[in-house]
């Protein structure tokens, strides 16, 4: 019983010397965590450490963001790291207020000079200026080109709205190109008139104005002004193109009718 003290101080000494060499891997981790920097939390997942909302790592340590006068954290650790309030942008450091010029108003994006014009105006340079809409015109949506457009009956030349002379057997256009009206059917733009299309016997009016504005009736192929009815040799018959022929199998086209095979 004498001997028990001893056996125990061996085993605690034992004991000891296997946690020290247990734990001889873990002072650089315990040192990681140590060395985490004011202003700063370990990462949710993963080793390491980031920075508090309203700093960035600059080396070792996490920096306080400057946010001027006017400005906001922005969230980002990118770029400056803040932005500017509405009706602001950023120049150099700091946050300088937008001159928004009469008759414009703040846009949302910062990708522009930050304003717009009202409708009716137009920017130049540093201003927004009145677009001048001429008699029987009116404001279009888009400030870009004139801005204006004719009302139906006029057309666009310089910056003036001139009526549209409508020849007779025609009708006015909403298009901005050409002269502004087409002709009725069964007539066809010679000049400026509407000319009277002839339809030849066995043919019919097309809906297109362009040369003939007319076709012949199946069985029958344009000569000229005229129709000629197509002439279908024995065992043949009137072909998809309706103005010419083919021969009926078992036969073979030869010379100006159908032979057999």
């Known amino acids: ?36 920097p004011g202003n700063a939390h370990a990462k949710r997942y993963g080793p390491g450490w980031e920075c508090d909302y309203g700093y960035r790592a600059s080396a070792d340590a996490c920096v306080a963001i400057v946010v001027p006068a006017h400005g906001y954290l922005s969230g980002s650790i990118y770029g400056s790291g803040w932005r500017c309030d509405r009706g602001y942008e950023a120049i150099d450091e700091g946050c300088v207020a937008i001159t928004v010029p009469a008759h414009a108003y703040l846009t949302e994006s910062s990708d522009d000079s930050g304003w717009k014009c009202e409708r009716g105006y137009r920017a130049i340079d540093d201003a927004c200026v009145a677009i001048a809409v001429p008699e029987n015109g009116y404001l279009t949506d888009s400030a870009y080109q004139s801005g204006w457009k004719c009302e139906r009956g006029y057309q666009a030349i310089d910056d003036a709205c001139v009526p549209i002379i409508v020849p007779v057997n025609g009708y006015a256009t909403d298009s901005e190109y050409g002269p502004g009206w087409n002709c009725e059917r069964g007539y066809r733009a010679v000049g400026d008139a509407c000319t009277a299309i002839i339809v030849p016997a066995n043919g019919y009016l097309t809906n297109s104005a362009h040369e003939p504005g007319w076709r012949c009736e199946r069985g029958y192929r344009a000569v000229g002004h005229t129709c000629v009815a197509v002439q279908v040799p024995a065992n043949a018959h009137i072909d998809f193109s309706g103005d010419a022929w083919t021969c009926n199998p078992p036969y073979r086209k030869q010379r100006d009718g159908c032979a057999p095979l």
């Open 1 to 36: 019983m004498r001997g028990m003290p001893h056996r125990a101080a061996s085993l605690c000494a034992l004991m000891v010397f296997a946690v020290l060499a247990a734990t001889a891997g873990t002072p650089l981790a315990q040192d990681g965590a140590a060395t985490v």
